[in-house]
């Protein structure tokens, strides 16, 4: 069946580095541009990442450029994010989410079930 | 920088509609999707391109959007609706998601 599965979240300190994956499965992952989205606690929804189906068209929120890297790797049907001097405001719940390529207006119909990423000394 | 603004909370009583609101600058010219998201779980989109329903997703779920507000609507609310709520717009070609509201039925 479709599902995407991340793994990779953890706690880790101030200023260190993490690397989140997204592996997805029952769908063709070249078929969909890929998103991160996170859920601070007690928080909504905050959009992180997007990234095209050919990788050629990375986005990032404000509050990640420059700290965050997102890529894929079609091969393996994985999504990727690498997080960077982290802060404490990271903290959070991050999903990877998908939207079909080549339509306008069309949410993101698969999420998968978070993985938890704890900033703290 | 572009922002989405949803009421924090809503109630409702069960069987009646509820009506929850997103406004931002010309949002009407722009697509919205709506999610519902309950603890524990991960959101579920229930309304796509303004007004459209995913399969699956119930008939009481509807979406409009125009000038700059787009509204969820629920109607006949049943308790299983109790969640949050967000939507969710681009901005060229970023994301951007409402605070989201807090729909309770009492």
């Known amino acids: 069946q479709v599902q995407m599965v991340e793994s990779g979240g953890g706690v880790v300190q101030p200023g260190r580095s993490l690397r989140l994956s997204c592996v997805a499965s029952?769908?063709?992952?070249?078929?969909?541009?890929m998103h991160w989205v996170r859920q601070a606690p007690g928080k909504g929804l905050e959009w992180v990442s997007v990234i095209s189906y050919d990788e050629s068209k990375p986005y990032y929120a404000d509050s990640v450029r420059g700290r965050f890297t997102i890529s894929r790797d079609n091969s393996k049907n994985t999504l990727y994010l690498q997080m960077n001097s982290l802060r404490a405001e990271d903290t959070a719940v991050y999903y990877c989410?998908?939207?079909?390529?080549?339509?306008?207006?069309?949410?993101?119909?698969?999420w998968g079930q978070g993985t938890t990423v704890t900033v703290s000394s | 920088s572009y922002e989405l603004t949803q009421p924090p909370s809503v109630s409702v009583s069960p069987g009646q509609t509820a009506s929850i609101t997103c406004s931002g600058d010309k949002l009407g010219d722009k697509y919205v999707c709506w999610y519902q998201l309950k603890p524990g779980q991960s959101p579920v989109v229930i309304i796509h391109q303004d007004n459209k329903r995913p399969s699956g997703i119930p008939e009481r779920f509807s979406g409009s959007n125009s000038g700059n507000t787009a509204t969820l609507t629920i109607s006949g609310t049943q308790a299983m609706d109790e969640a949050d709520y967000y939507c969710q717009a681009w901005d060229t070609s970023t994301v951007l998601f409402g605070g989201g509201t807090k729909l309770t039925v009492l």
């Open positions: 989410a998908r939207i079909l390529i080549g339509t306008t207006g069309f949410g993101m119909d698969v």
């Open positions: 029952g769908f063709t992952f070249s078929s969909y541009e």
